[in-house]
């Protein structure tokens, strides 16, 4: 019998779509939890299930490495509940903190990976478990940007990418070439409120993938509540990282995209503008 794949599933659907994907292979499916953030609906995917408070670093080693997993995947976000009330680090934890420079999420997400291999469990990409949730360049729906649009849209990837570089956020709303709203600790959707508070024209947003991405570690996703969420706030046109960005019920996303009006693109890079 094939070893389990390994899955340590955080809130939202991320998770249960990579679950199908891996049952769907016809292998084996080792899910750990986290408290108070993994969906109930998990459980019945998995033939091998265990649930711990987040920072409980080596109960969950110890349960994948007890059942022979082949490699381990990390899906889903940790909402900030978890971090600041839930969070119960244990000796393992606390040293992978002390032995930090920072505390920026790509720092703890890279650290937390290197504890797994030294393990003895190898990381992988949900992409390699399920390659059909990446986006692929170009346009994804039908509506076609307009000359205005894609200089808004063309500064808010550009500016997103700068913000990724320096591990702040990966979302940027811009309107009429004035960056309105830069991600931060409050996340993509409330920057998205922000922005469109903030002007009283369309707004033009972008979601990237950090330039040092690594592709094991927090992909950026986009799905359905986001795209509601933009078709509400008069948003013209939404710009994605073809490079590594996910995408959750893509046919439902385009056609939210479509009924609103609004742009939908791919991009491996920002196209060249009037503007540069």
């Known amino acids: 019998m094939s070893a389990p794949v390994g899955l340590i599933a955080g809130n939202r659907e991320l998770p249960l779509v990579v679950a199908r994907a891996v049952k769907a292979m016809?292998?084996?499916?080792?899910?750990?939890?986290?408290?108070?953030?993994?969906?109930?609906?998990?459980?019945?995917?998995?033939?091998?299930?265990?649930?711990?408070?987040?920072?409980?670093?080596?109960?969950?080693?110890?349960?994948?490495?007890?059942?022979?997993?082949?490699?381990?995947?990390?899906?889903?976000?940790?909402?900030?509940?978890?971090?600041?009330?839930?969070?119960?680090?244990?000796?393992?934890?606390?040293?992978?903190?002390?032995?930090?420079?920072?505390?920026?999420?790509?720092?703890?997400?890279?650290?937390?990976?290197?504890?797994?291999?030294?393990k003895g469990l190898p990381l992988v990409s949900v992409t390699d478990l399920a390659p059909q949730l990446l986006v692929k360049p170009g346009r994804l729906g039908s509506v076609e940007p307009g000359p205005a649009l894609l200089e808004d849209l063309s500064l808010a990837f550009r500016v997103a990418r700068e913000l990724g570089r320096l591990d702040v956020g990966q979302t940027v709303v811009v309107s009429d070439l004035i960056a309105v709203a830069l991600e931060g600790a409050d996340g993509t959707d409330a920057t998205i409120r922000r922005g469109a508070a903030l002007s009283k024209r369309p707004i033009a947003v972008a979601k990237v993938m950090k330039p040092t991405q690594d592709f094991r570690l927090d992909l950026p996703v986009v799905g359905p509540p986001t795209l509601e969420l933009l078709a509400g706030l008069n948003c013209a046109g939404l710009a994605l990282d073809a490079r590594g960005l996910i995408m959750l019920e893509r046919e439902r996303c385009v056609s939210i995209a479509d009924k609103?009006?609004?742009?939908?693109?791919?991009?491996?890079?920002?196209p060249a503008t009037a503007r540069g």
């Open 26 to 118: 016809g292998l084996p499916l080792a899910i750990c939890g986290l408290e108070g953030e993994t969906g109930a609906g998990l459980r019945a995917l998995a033939d091998h299930y265990a649930e711990f408070p987040l920072g409980r670093l080596r109960p969950m080693a110890e349960f994948f490495l007890r059942l022979g997993v082949s490699s381990v995947s990390m899906a889903g976000g940790v909402s900030r509940e978890s971090v600041l009330e839930r969070y119960d680090p244990d000796e393992d934890a606390q040293d992978l903190m002390e032995g930090l420079p920072d505390y920026q999420t790509d720092t703890i997400l890279r650290a937390f990976g290197r504890y797994l291999e030294n």
């Open 260 to 270: 609103a009006g609004m742009a939908l693109l791919a991009w491996l890079e920002p």
